[in-house]
Structures are given as C-alpha cells and as structure tokens.
T-cell receptor
Framework: EAGVTQFPSHSVIEKGQTVTLRCDPI?????LYWYRRVMGKEIKFLLH????????ESGMPNNRFLAERTGGTYSTLKVQPAELEDSGVYFC????FGGGSTDTQYFGPGTRLTVL | AQKVTQAQTEISVVEKEDVTLDCVYE???????LFWYKQPPSGELVFLIR??????QNEISGRYSWNFQKSTSSFNFTITASQVVDSAVYFC?????????????FGSGTRLQVQP
C-alpha cells in the first residue's frame, strides 16, 4: 500500500510568487492534515479535512494560505503571495475514518519550501 | 492549551549504548493520546507508537521501549543497544480528547546521533 505522497519535494520561489503544494493521502483515508515546520520551530498544525470538508483550520496563519480538497481525494495548499517567513517544510498526513484509538496520522515526506 | 517538551535538543551516543529520549506533556484533558515519530535523514515522519491516556502499560517492541507515567506527565522512549540506523530526529506528540479536533501538538524534537 502506498504511503502519503507529496509534490514537489522541494520548491524555491521568490517573494511575491505563488506556490501550490500537493498531497495524496493513503488510499481510503478520509482525514487529511497539513502541518509545517519553519526553521528552528516545532511542527505546527495548519488544518484538517474530513473528506472534502474543512473540519479544523485553526492553524492557518493568514489568508495568503488556501487549502482545498476537491472530491475528498488529494489536497492542495496554495500560498499566494509567498513571504520570506513562509519558508519551511510542509508536511501532509492522513488517517482513516473514525476517532479515538484508530486515529493515527501517517505522514508524507514533506515539501521543503524556500522563499527568496 | 497543550504543550509537549523535549528538553534534549541533541544526544550523541556510541553504538550499542542504551539511550533514553525524554518527553513531558501538559494537558487538562483526561482523554488524550501520545505519539512518537522518527524522522530519518530522508525527511519523512515515521510513526513509532501511540498510547492512550487510560493505558499506562509500558510497551516494548524489539530494541524500543516506552515508559508512560501519568504521575509525572512523561512518555519517555528508550532505545536499547543503539545502532547507527537509529540516528534520526525523534518527535513526541500529543492529541487531546475524542472529539473532532485532531491536531497533534509536537515537541521540538531530539536529534540522536549514534556513532559507530
């Protein structure tokens, strides 16, 4: 079974440009999460989808970030316009339907974003 | 609010030594889940273990063992007879409750270097 995949693995853009990150969850997982780790900081939660619906977007830093999950399959995270402080590693995770003890989040390899 | 503290930023040991990674958590919830993830040099976060707040049994998996103590709010991770392949960054994480909110709160990670 394929794990969580993310594309691209690295992205280098200039300040003010737009970048779109993609995440493909484990097949059949209804829950999809985005996290990020900026340099020297902890991994921080951004948002949580249940199928195509945003269940929790309390961690989204500002309105320059837009996440979508059309059709409840893969998800995209767009940053527009990118700022220097957006540099970091963006992780995606997924977990199967259900809560409690069944909710273990499996992470992808991350996308390293560098804003120059 | 929840908090996870991994006071050890970096640990260096020689192969075959035992090493313990500390994790202290804070939460007011009575139901919560604790996790350990490993981040090898390749970058992905690899799930190691999940413990529920109502199950304080320690767990052993091969060379890995976990000591969960609610009295001290700690969930420490011990690697016995460490190997070079254990070199990685290890993250402890916390999720509270059994509700729709599933965000993980991460510690800052402990970098383990195992020297041959």
């Amino acid at each position: 079974e394929a794990g969580v995949t993310q594309f691209p693995s690295h992205s280098v853009i200039e300040k003010g440009q737009t970048v779109t990150l993609r995440c493909d969850p484990i097949s059949g997982h209804d829950n999809l999460y985005w996290y990020r780790r900026v340099m020297g900081k902890e991994i921080k939660f951004l948002l949580h989808f249940v199928k195509e619906s945003k269940q929790d977007e309390s961690g989204m830093p500002n309105n320059r970030f837009l996440a979508e999950r059309t059709g409840g399959t893969y998800s995209t995270l767009k940053v527009q316009p990118a700022e220097l402080e957006d540099s970091g590693v963006y992780f995606c995770a997924s977990s199967p339907f259900g809560g409690g003890s069944t909710d273990t989040q499996y992470f992808g390899p991350g996308t390293r974003l560098t804003v120059l | 609010a929840q908090k996870v503290t991994q006071a050890q930023t970096e640990i260096s040991v020689v192969e075959k030594e035992d090493v313990t990674l500390d994790c202290v958590y804070e939460t007011r919830d009575t139901t919560y889940y604790l996790f350990w993830y490993k981040q090898p040099p390749s970058g992905e976060l690899v799930f190691l273990i999940r413990r529920n707040s109502f199950d304080e049994q320690n767990e052993i998996s091969g060379r890995y063992s976990w000591n969960f103590q609610k009295s001290t709010s700690s969930f420490n991770f011990t690697i016995t007879a460490s190997q070079v392949v254990d070199s990685a960054v290890y993250f402890c994480a916390l999720r509270v409750g059994d509700t729709g909110r599933r965000a993980l709160t991460f510690g800052s990670g402990t970098r383990l270097q195992v020297q041959p």
